[in-house]
């Protein structure tokens, strides 16, 4: 319990430190925003007020624990270029990344966990030599380079969906999901081939431990100690490495997105950039990078409520 | 059971084949400082869209470019900027591991919480942070990426000088009188380099993607200059009418970031 409040505290003191860094960043370098939102051609006095107005005249620290009281009651401030809050503005669209993440971690689990132990059971025959062939091959395919192969494949030779004819969750949800399916799998491509990798060589160390050959003396099976005993022990790297993948799923969404052509998270974070939109792309990396480090923080909790030899021995 | 040797065997494939790739792709780059077969940005009505043929192996993109040409120059660019954001994230990242993990007290504190909070954001999002606020532009990526493959560096070296500077040698060499400064760079540096190549040579692979990544969204490298990522943006246009446009720009990256992380694999299992 102890370690669990240690972990809370410093994933919060992450969160805040992310957050000041952010603010840092966006308030200091890139100029005065009442100059940006007047044009070159406004009066100092026009400035004047509007920073004012803004309360770009109080003091920075003033300034950043303001903008983070706000933020914590969900007020992220308004977008320059539209007129709506970066709330309002994001709201529709974290459904949409958000569905494709899950969706190509679901791909991940359900392709890896399978392969990854029949490659280890067969270890050094011809299918296992024939994943790992194939593992270094898609581990090397950028994400957005599958999407355009997926695009080309499913897309354009087997007609299954139309490039870019992104169908919104409200008017379809079948639909939607459907469509779901070929950006969350460029996803998931890559990323599935290094889990199978990492699964099968957590197996094989594994298999050379000292209880793997007591069970086998014991006279079980290799099935039967493949998956009661070895799974178990190889579950723990794996769970680690499914959460540090949330990240990188995350950011291959802001990419992949484009190749789909859908109007998700990536989609606003890279307009709102070239716009120079600066309440919009805070919002989005901070939440992004909450959601990571909230993430990562919970699958270093469970790996303690999992493995027993932390949580007896670690302190 | 498989035997020891048949799995040596195997890793050296892995050793063979990724030096192939790699010297084969660096061979290739280097020719193109010499030698062009085309003008890479000489355009013709004629060649636009022109299957691949002998005297244009990849075909020619929608202004009638040489795509092989292309592809060269492209690889070279997006090869240039991996370098850059590895020297920048492997040469800050080194020192700042080397600090906080020989020193420790408040400095490693405070270095290492900024660290594990830069490390919450994916790279390609920090490095999109930097550009937000720097501008696009080849320059401008290289910063970006590097600064983002900061932490992954600092972590790894910290780590050793954690583990080095408890070790014999280091405490003769404070009795010889030796300074901080050459203990850390002159005596525990060499030390540290079994685990720095390979977290280079991957470094290296995940710049070559981000940069990629990054192109292909149209805020890294800038026409006129070529990248194999801006290619397969622009390929993603005429998917339909040119396919194989798309196709050997994201072969070169593949075939890139594969020779590399099998040269890795094989040098891990031959050491």
């Given at each position: 319990m102890k370690y669990i409040g240690k972990k809370i505290l410093t994933m919060l003191l992450t969160l805040l430190l992310v957050s000041f860094l952010v603010f840092l960043c966006f308030t200091v370098i890139p100029g005065d925003p009442a100059v940006a939102k007047l044009?070159?051609?406004?009066t100092p006095e026009g400035i004047e007020m509007l920073r004012e107005e803004m309360g770009l005249n109080r003091p920075f620290f003033v300034r950043y624990a303001d903008w983070l009281f706000s933020m914590l009651r969900g007020d992220l401030g308004r977008s320059y270029s539209y007129e709506k809050t970066v709330g309002e503005l994001l709201a529709d669209k974290i459904p949409i990344t958000a569905a494709m993440s899950l969706m190509s971690m679901v791909w991940i689990v359900l392709t890896s966990i399978p392969l990854g132990l029949y490659a280890a059971r067969h270890e050094g025959g011809a299918i296992d030599r024939a994943i790992y062939a194939l593992d270094q091959v898609l581990m090397a395919v950028p994400a957005f380079f599958a999407g355009i192969l997926i695009t080309l494949v499913?897309?354009?030779?087997?007609?299954l969906f139309v490039p870019g004819g992104y169908v919104s969750y409200n008017k379809d949800l079948g639909g939607f999901l459907y469509y779901m399916i070929f950006p969350s799998l460029s996803i998931a491509l890559p990323k599935a081939a290094m889990t199978v990798k990492l699964l099968r060589s957590a197996l094989i160390g594994e298999k050379k431990q000292d209880y793997a050959r007591t069970a086998y003396s014991r006279g079980n099976s290799t099935k039967g100690v493949l998956y009661r005993h070895l799974l178990k022990n190889a579950m723990l790297p794996l769970i680690t490495f499914l959460g540090m993948s949330f990240t990188d799923i995350m950011a291959g969404s802001i990419v992949v997105e484009q190749v789909f052509g859908i109007p998700g998270i990536g989609r606003i974070l890279l307009t709102s950039i070239s716009q120079r939109d600066y309440p919009v792309v805070m919002g989005v990396i901070v939440g992004l990078a909450s959601v990571v480090i909230l993430v990562n923080g919970l699958v270093d909790i469970l790996y303690q409520l999992l493995d027993p030899r932390i949580r007896i021995g670690g302190k | 059971m498989m035997g020891a040797e048949t799995v040596k065997k195997k890793m050296n494939f892995n050793l063979l084949a990724g030096a192939v790739l790699t010297g084969g792709m660096l061979l290739w780059i280097a020719v193109g400082f010499f030698y062009l077969p085309y003008d890479p940005e000489a355009m013709s009505l004629e060649l636009k869209f022109a299957g691949m043929s002998l005297s244009h192996p990849f075909g020619c993109d929608n202004y009638g470019r040489d795509i092989f040409t292309r592809v060269m120059v492209g690889a070279r660019t997006t090869l240039a900027v991996a370098l850059g954001t590895v020297g920048i994230g492997a040469g800050i990242g080194t020192l700042v591991g080397a600090v906080t993990g020989y020193f420790g007290g408040w400095l490693d504190e405070v270095l290492m919480r900024v660290i594990d909070a830069l490390f919450a954001f994916p790279s390609i999002l920090l490095a999109l942070v930097v550009i937000s606020l720097l501008g696009s532009g080849k320059y401008h990526v290289i910063w970006a990426l590097g600064i983002a493959f900061i932490p992954s560096f600092a972590r790894v070296v910290r780590s050793q000088y954690l583990l080095l500077r408890e070790m014999d040698y280091v405490k003769n060499a404070r009795i010889l009188g030796c300074g901080h400064f050459r203990i850390m760079f002159v005596h525990i540096l060499p030390n540290t380099l079994g685990v720095l190549v390979p977290t280079l040579m991957i470094g290296f692979n995940n710049a070559v993607l981000a940069e990629a990544g990054m192109s292909y969204l149209g805020i890294g490298v800038q026409p006129p200059d070529a990248s194999l990522g801006r290619m397969l943006s622009e390929a993603q246009t005429y998917l339909f009418t040119q396919p194989i446009y798309a196709i050997f720009p994201g072969l070169a990256i593949v075939v890139l970031v594969l020779g590399l992380s099998l040269l890795a694999d094989g040098l891990e299992a031959a050491r």
């Open positions: 044009g070159t051609d406004a499913f897309g354009i030779a087997f007609r | -």
